[in-house]
């Protein structure tokens, strides 16, 4: 274990902060850095070395993973004044876990090859607490030689490490599924919440689509009529889980690869739109199921 | 056996022919009629008693199922001028198997009552292939006292036969179900079409959502893009399988149900217009999941 | 004036009272009724006579004029146990001037003329006021050489009387309109909206649009935004206009009628839905311009 | 004339070709530059000089106009290494006339502020007819305080020169008035679509909607519906007008500037994908009026 080297990790936000302290459990000494301060209290309690920006990351490591809220913030770690390109070293292997645009992605896998670096798109999906509990799963894009190496780190993050294609296909899959998610949630919604109206009795209803052809995920796992199961935001006022904001931010990434691709996506594009009118009206940052609630009737009307 | 007495059958179409086969094939004499003459011929042969018209049909027998291709059909059969309702007897059991409206099958119901009978509704899922194998399954709406009885005849015709709860709520099942798939069918092919365009490849994508939230019947059982699944439609140019114009007449049904209830079905209602669109421009009779195919862009484009 | 005959009129709610008193004003004796007595008060007391129900309505006048809420209202009022067919007398003219599906008033034409009557539709556009100031467009469907009497009646209550064609056609005109108006009215609310966010002076934007190709009755006539129009709804919290929930109605009947005929209504479908989730978040009985409101972010977001 | 000082203008298609020669026929001498040679072939016998690229057109003159096809052609004329401003005078007028994210002509003005110059953005409504006799519509934002130059020239070449506000207001207001026009157009084409299928005839539904709340450009100036009017596009077999491709171009950057600001924009997001799946399905080149003719069954049906 005391062989290790130094991993650098940039980002200690909601799911920034359980990864890294995964890889310090895993025995990787960590060299971090975030632009809020207090974000690398914890870990630097854990013995992880505080620096002052990414570039000073990079100027100590050579395996940096990052983890950032969108695509400004990547290109700025990346490529800004104190960013990881301006100290990088050969060989380097960086690893991004953010969810972004695959186009951006791209760029900064030209831009580091330029510096004799290696980049790799790496998005995540599972929440906070499968990033706690080291089962996240990771979505990789970039040359296949250099995924057994980022494997090794990513594996003491997640369950599941899929390598999926040139650099970007990690972001593209992550959305796609995502995307599809969104379509699937609302579906169910609109379907349980007109099957009540219908008289069905809900819990009845969803056992009838998920032992037939409209069974999917938002059906027969995180089902969003409160009362039919348990575990799962809808019987916690949707509280935790996924919040409908960052459900709309990556229907907007997924929007803006499909207009760039030039590609279809009616009913995407009106999940996102739904999405996006909820957090107009208050939903933000309930748990994106909470669209059933969104659909229904509100009470005395 | 021989003890068996008659059942009624009211429509011999694509699906009502392998069903009476079924219950002739189980040993129960059949009493049926048709308005084609010829849709009788190949059941008489094996033996059904065929006679003028739905009335002829309720004076011989006193359990009845009826096959009929939508709302306006079914109320001909039950109250027009040669109708079941004309000479139905005390107590006879009533199964309607058509797709239709909910409202429809309610009014169903109390006209039976009035004559003494009882109307159940009970539309299936499974399509040709399913009704000559004997593996239907259908979702049944009624007086729950009933259902044991109506079990009996539908276990020879199907593998499922789910109680719903009360009259029209069989159809309410069926239209859910398939609103919920017209959706997650859609929107499977929209993430397809998307991540194939980012990249990524299909038969990949496809395992990335079936193990991820973005799995869903249409994903991993039906999968819309040629070559990723065999012995799918989509794998023989999307012949076969569930035609585009029954989807948009169930999709109609779902609709109208919404509107009629003022439920809000934001994603169902523009499944129903694509699919709409789709009949439109020649893609009626092929399989449903050929809304991959026009969504994609048009060689030479 | 003292040779006018007698018309009669069905329905004294908030449209058909002022049309009724129109009608006395311009020197008719009006024969009405109402399922809610109180309602008929006010014309009493102006001179009209007042009976028990429809089918004496029609015993006494051979002109009558219906104004209903919806399509099982017409069908009670023209065909019920108490209603006008019952004692219609040979050659009356039957003119219903309530909104409702087309496939509706062709039924009640077919029973009117099974009597010896003739059926007319004639929904109207405009609202409480122009029903007060006599100043409504009549949109008439039924046989042609009717059409002279029915305008010489829609006259006293309206200031355009249009034919339309057959019968159903003038309600076909009627869905057609609001079905546009209301695309036009969010794609215009959408449009304020986005141009806002953008930076752009709300009346300026209007003006804009205005003399290009996005101008539309929304944009210059009745405009969404609070400050862009006087004597608007959108200048008084969106109160009085045209509901929201009657907006719903009328989108629904065109979304049944476009189900009925298969026809592709995408846009048509989604403005549906957005005002029927207007309604369960607490539009329902605000002008339909209320959407630029839902759409816009909540203060505090 | 002779003392009117050289204008440079980068972009010679079908757009710019006629601009150009109209800065010509008022006098300016013009400089220009295009990466087709062939295409300053016309205005260079007209008297135009040609250079070899943006650099070279801001080295001798310091009024430049460009027009191109979108942000990333906008970005490299500016920015690139033979861009404007590697050679821009301090004073210097730049602007764009392109139709692109008001995200990028903010971009632009802040770049070419840092060299002392002033950038505008003017996009224009009206299409190649327009543009050769000198009847565009400029909507120009930028400095007040340079709008009155900038009209001075803009003039030559529209005939409605508007005043938006800030940089990035022009394209806000082009964009704003595309999506609606676009929803318009679509919703004009279900209407007629579907009150046709109820048997109105078009050019009096027309009529109706025309003189009715149902109003809009679409529906009065530009039919849709071939035989309602006489001059449009829907005359001629949808040639000629403006192509379906640059409203699916226009309605991308309307989705993409409503993405950004986080802006609910549903009908417009719909209009964006049914346009983008007529361009997959062969309609890329017709007029984008020909909505009607995609949502209308096909013959043989």
Chains 1, 2, 3, 4 share one sequence.
Not at 54 to 81: C, H, Q
Not at 185 to 207: F, H, Q, V
Not at 273 to 298: H, P, T
């Amino acid at each position: 274990m005391a062989s290790k080297t130094q991993v650098g990790f940039v980002g200690l936000g909601n799911m920034g902060n359980p990864m890294a302290k995964n890889l310090l459990k895993h025995g990787y000494p960590v060299i971090a850095t975030d632009v809020f301060p207090e974000s690398c209290k914890e870990i630097q309690e854990m013995g992880a070395q505080i620096v002052d920006n990414p570039a000073e990351v990079a100027d100590k490591a050579d395996r940096i993973i990052t983890m950032l809220p969108s695509s400004p913030n990547v290109v700025d770690v990346y490529t800004g004044p104190n960013g990881i390109l301006k100290k990088v070293k050969k060989g380097s292997l960086l690893i991004d876990s953010s969810t972004i645009d695959p186009a951006v992605s791209k760029e900064m896998a030209a831009a580091a090859e330029k510096m004799g670096a290696v980049f790799m798109d790496a998005p995540v999906s599972g929440g906070v607490g499968a990033a706690s509990s080291g089962k996240l799963t990771f979505m990789v894009g970039g040359a296949e030689e250099e995924f057994t190496a980022a494997k090794e780190l990513l594996s003491c993050m997640g369950a599941n490490v899929v390598y999926c294609g040139q650099v970007g296909t990690g972001q593209a899959a992550k959305i796609c599924n995502n995307m599809l998610l969104a379509i699937g949630m609302i579906g169910t919604s609109e379907t349980m919440n007109l099957g009540i109206r219908l008289g069905l009795d809900p819990k009845l209803l969803a056992k009838i689509l998920n032992m037939s052809s409209g069974r999917c995920w938002s059906s027969d796992t995180y089902n969003p009529v409160p009362g039919v199961m348990e575990g799962v935001p809808s019987g916690n006022n949707y509280q935790g889980g996924f919040g409908t904001q960052l459900m709309a931010k990556d229907l907007g990434l997924a929007q803006n690869t499909a207009t760039n691709t030039k590609t279809p996506v009616p009913l995407g594009s009106l999940a996102h739109q739904i999405y996006r009118m909820m957090c107009a009206r208050g939903y933000a940052s309930k748990d994106f199921s909470s669209v059933f609630q969104f659909l229904r009737e509100e009470e005395g009307q």
